[in-house]
């Protein structure tokens, strides 16, 4: 092996190599890792968590009083489980989505705040959601830019529209990982295809592509303003490919990371479901596989778990009695699981000795309130990753865009407010989560 100088840039050249396998070195001092430890223990990178649920939540004991704000504000009974977290939490009240009109869709705008008729003629239309704002930022150095956990427990969950949380530049929507088993694979099972396979496969999908765009290229003289809209689409579309092609290619000798968890159990379901994919959602931002995740959470196997036998939706249209009683026990549990998924995050070390949720902003809410109220978003947010003045309860005035408090958490990690000046139906960052 050839010498290098302390200070020259690393290298492909420091991994060794087989015909089918690339297994990177220790770190050498000799070969400079000394000083890149010390950078890299300086400055973790940023991460962004996204977790949604269907069907909204109690209101007579989720939400905290309104006359108490700031940080002098006291956990309400649906929130009990994360009093060892009071400190590390704010809430926020009175946002909603304004065109927002679905009383059964908790998710489809939740991160977007789009209009679905925006589009004339069509009947439903979407935009970018929050988190690919962030996963455009903050993905370019990781394996994925951001992965999307879902559960098939849809309908019964109160999600609406929609592969996952997450929609792309155009709107369209983004495919999630369905279960505990497939997101772990997927994030850390390594391929056992030949090197040279795999190489071969993306270059003849590359080749694919570049016949399919000669061909849609001549289809362009002559065209009528909607198909040219529809064809600029298509354009995109393969764009959008291309650019999970390079993403491919730039990690296709790299190994995956040892997972910090266990492969889970087949058939897992609502609570220990949740459970495991929130163990899950720690070990990819722990190993830097990703730094952006959203969650489509389950309600419906949730309350089978618990044993409650009142059906989702006759839960969400609750008076008090059985009903509401189901309502409030499902508000607990999510709590505790919320609890557990923050000690994990804090128990979890970086490399600047402090834990992995100092560096990570949480989010979590629905865009349905209770019954078929769309006002008052339910809005947690924790983790020092935006540098959000924790421990506040904030209530804010009456239909302030849910896309406000987006806004002001992509500024907080990092996004350029001059560049960024607004998401969905934005009309500014508030100030009350702006360190």
């Not at 489980?81 to 679905?102: M, W, Y």
């Not at 991160?111 to 370019?140: C, M, W």
């Not at 970086?350 to 019954?371: M, P, Q, V």
Request: include cysteine; charged fraction near 20%; glycine fraction near 8%.
């Amino acid at each position: 092996m050839t010498t290098r100088p302390m200070n020259s840039p690393l290298t492909r050249r420091h991994f060794l190599r087989s015909t089918s396998a690339l297994i990177a070195l220790p770190m050498l001092e000799s070969l400079g890792f000394r000083a890149f430890a010390a950078a890299k223990a300086a400055t973790p990178p940023k991460r962004m968590v996204f977790l949604n649920f269907g069907w909204g939540v109690t209101n007579e004991t989720w939400f905290p009083d309104p006359t108490k704000t700031g940080a002098a504000w006291d956990l309400p009974e649906g929130l009990k489980p994360l009093a060892r977290h009071h400190k590390d939490i704010t809430l926020v009240q009175g946002c909603s989505n304004k065109f927002a009109n679905e009383a059964h869709w908790g998710s489809t705008f939740w991160l977007t705040g789009a209009n679905r008729y925006a589009e004339p003629g069509q009947s439903f239309h979407n935009s970018i959601s929050a988190d690919q704002v962030a996963a455009a930022h903050l993905g370019k150095d990781t394996r994925f830019g951001s992965i999307q956990l879902n559960s098939p427990d849809v309908v019964n969950s109160g999600h609406g529209p929609g592969l996952s949380l997450a929609w792309d530049m155009r709107g369209k929507p983004l495919a999630g990982l369905e279960n505990p088993v497939q997101a772990f694979h997927r994030l850390f099972s390594n391929d056992t295809t030949p090197l040279s396979e795999r190489q071969a496969m993306l270059a003849q999908q590359r080749s694919v592509l570049d016949a399919v765009l000669a061909d849609a290229g001549d289809l362009q003289r002559g065209l009528s303003k909607t198909d040219t809209d529809k064809l600029d689409e298509y354009f995109q579309s393969i764009r959008d490919i291309e650019v999970r092609l390079g993403k491919d290619e730039q990690w296709l000798s790299v190994p995956k990371v040892k997972p910090p968890v266990t492969e889970p159990k087949e058939g897992l379901a609502g609570r220990e479901e949740i459970r495991v994919m929130y163990d899950i959602l720690v070990a990819a931002l722990q190993t830097d596989t990703t730094r952006v995740l959203t969650y489509r959470q389950p309600v419906g196997t949730l309350l089978q778990s618990l044993d409650i036998k009142v059906a989702p939706h006759d839960m969400s249209h609750y008076s008090a009695g059985p009903r509401m009683e189901a309502s409030q026990k499902r508000d607990a549990i999510q709590s505790e699981l919320l609890a557990g998924l923050i000690d994990k995050l804090k128990a979890t070390k970086e490399t600047d000795g402090r834990s992995l949720f100092d560096h990570t902003c949480l989010a979590y809410g629905s865009n349905i309130r209770t019954i078929h109220y769309l006002d008052n978003c339910p809005t947690l947010l924790t983790g020092g990753g935006a540098n959000l003045p924790l421990g506040q309860h904030l209530v804010l005035p009456k239909d302030t865009p849910l896309c406000n408090v987006w806004l002001s958490l992509l500024h907080g990690i990092g996004l350029d407010p001059k560049k960024h000046e607004r998401h969905g139906d934005s009309t500014g960052v508030i100030k009350g989560l702006v360190a």
